[in-house]
């Protein structure tokens, strides 16, 4: 009976993020008119691509055994630094300033919990507040609208709501992009197995020769470039960059994205498959909600329950 038990458990622990968001799709087929239209599709392709983007980033992060809660305040300075400098240097060039800016936020981040041993939750904590700060610095306070930077912001907002083959929304490319090189980092290569062993046991990590510094570095650095990836398509999906708001709350939904996806909160393993699922169903609460005109305090409730339901599942782990 003991036995039977754990099989029930390990098998409601690896497939319980799986049959979430297979009810969902049950529920919204049913009560949600016009669910499966491709406009709805494509919309739930732009809305999660920032959040898939984060929780990329994260599920490294908290694989490690860390945490990062200050991507949605790289998203928004990333967003504004591209706008600021893009009007003088062009897109491309503001694009690689913006995600530059992010990748050294998550450096820091690498710097401060991996050479100088200080927690993560506070560093990120205070990472996030000083970014945000700086980013409401930068624009004046004042949101930065892209049809009022004349034909280079017209041409970059195309960016965000552009259409391949006329009908998939770009944002698909930076999704399958980025969770497929995460992928391969943890599946196929020597240096996913060291950022797992790092956040399964430190000292014997580095007992065994991984050089742990490094690997925080490496993961803290992706979450800030990834960040930043989603903040440049964020502002120009919305075409404004707003250094109060952009990206608020999306270290939250990232979070959630990887617990519910199955990554251990307490490091060690990494589930890149599961995080993708996991956001899919952060998106779907979302949209569940919207579309039948639920107040989206409902929509928060029902991620605190989901959340609470996988790090349950996940206790024994």
């Given at each position: 009976?003991?036995?039977?038990?754990?099989?029930?458990?390990?098998?409601?622990?690896?497939?319980?993020?799986?049959?979430?968001?297979?009810?969902?799709?049950?529920?919204?087929?049913?009560?949600?008119?016009?669910?499966?239209?491709?406009?709805?599709?494509?919309?739930?392709?732009?809305?999660?691509?920032?959040?898939?983007?984060?929780?990329?980033?994260?599920?490294?992060?908290?694989?490690?055994?860390?945490?990062?809660i200050s991507v949605g305040s790289i998203m928004a300075i990333s967003g504004v630094i591209c706008a600021l400098t893009m009007t003088g240097l062009g897109i491309f060039t503001g694009i690689i300033i913006g995600l530059l800016v992010g990748s050294v936020c998550g450096l820091l981040n690498g710097f401060f919990v991996g050479t100088l041993r200080l927690q993560a939750m506070v560093i990120t904590l205070g990472m996030q507040l000083g970014i945000r700060g700086l980013a409401q610095v930068l624009c004046g306070g004042r949101d930065i609208y892209f049809n009022k930077l004349g034909l280079i912001g017209k041409e970059f907002a195309v960016i965000g709501n552009y259409?391949?083959?006329?009908?998939?929304?770009?944002?698909?490319?930076?999704?399958?992009?980025?969770?497929?090189?995460?992928?391969?980092?943890?599946?196929?290569?020597?240096?996913?197995?060291?950022?797992?062993?790092?956040?399964?046991?430190?000292?014997?990590?580095?007992?065994?020769?991984?050089?742990?510094?490094?690997?925080?570095?490496?993961?803290?650095?992706?979450?800030?470039?990834?960040?930043?990836?989603?903040?440049?398509?964020?502002?120009?999906?919305?075409?404004?960059?707003?250094g109060s708001s952009l990206g608020q709350l999306a270290e939250l939904d990232a979070i959630a994205a990887v617990v519910i996806g199955g990554t251990p909160m307490a490091g060690g393993k990494a589930h890149v498959g599961g995080t993708i699922i996991g956001a899919l169903i952060m998106q779907m609460i979302t949209l569940t909600c919207v579309m039948n005109n639920v107040p989206d305090e409902y929509a928060q409730v029902f991620k605190a329950l989901i959340i609470v339901f996988a790090v349950y599942i996940q206790r024994s782990k």
């Open positions: 009976m003991r036995i039977e038990n754990l099989k029930f458990e390990e098998s409601l622990r690896r497939y319980s993020a799986v049959l979430v968001l297979l009810v969902f799709v049950l529920i919204n087929s049913v009560a949600t008119p016009n669910f499966f239209q491709l406009s709805n599709l494509n919309n739930i392709i732009m809305q999660i691509c920032p959040i898939i983007l984060c929780s990329m980033g994260m599920t490294l992060v908290i694989s490690t055994g860390g945490i990062d259409k391949l083959l006329g009908f998939i929304p770009i944002q698909i490319v930076p999704i399958i992009f980025v969770s497929f090189f995460v992928w391969i980092l943890v599946e196929k290569m020597v240096i996913g197995k060291q950022i797992q062993a790092v956040g399964d046991n430190l000292r014997s990590s580095v007992l065994t020769g991984i050089n742990a510094n490094k690997i925080y570095f490496f993961v803290y650095g992706l979450s800030g470039l990834f960040a930043a990836l989603a903040g440049v398509f964020q502002s120009a999906r919305i075409q404004v960059a707003a």
